[in-house]
């Protein structure tokens, strides 16, 4: 029982991979096709790019088949936490999600949407200051927090 009070307070979990690369053509196909050659889907996706180089934002299907093999493949990069909203009606969910955060103070880093629709529905990770706080707002607005299992096939 402690596990599930603690499980809540927490709230879900999604881990998002950065990874930097070279700003060169085909660079990210390459990342791609070494993931989807091992069964991981990419399930949402973001580039920031710079004259030089890249940072491509990934939350993956396999997290840990994510990291085992950026390793084995010397591929730098970072892990951080995301908080993945799922939303019945965009157009007002979205400011009811940032009205929410915004009440909370609670500020948001960077997001963006998933590439797949779990449960047929809009879906946006977001990367905020205060995880748990967050997760705490937004599950008490009444939200559907999706986890890792919830996108993962």
Known sequence: ??????????????RQFSVFL???VGAL??????L????????????QDSTDSSIVR???SDPEM??????ENEIAFGVCEMVVVEMEEVATDLAKLLASLLAAEVNIFFSYPLLTRP??????????????????????DGFALLSQADISR
């Open 1 to 14: 029982m402690l596990m599930q009070t603690a499980q809540k307070f927490d709230g879900p979990r999604v």
């Open 22 to 24: 070279k700003n060169k």
């Open 29 to 34: 196909l390459e990342v791609v096709r070494l």
């Open 36 to 47: 989807n050659h091992h069964m991981v889907d990419v399930v949402g996706l973001s580039v």
């Open 58 to 60: 990934l939350v993956v």
């Open 66 to 71: 994510v990291e085992s093999l950026f390793k």
């Open 119 to 140: 449960n047929r529905k809009a879906a946006l990770a977001l990367h905020v200051e205060d995880h748990e706080c967050a997760v705490s707002v937004l599950a008490g």
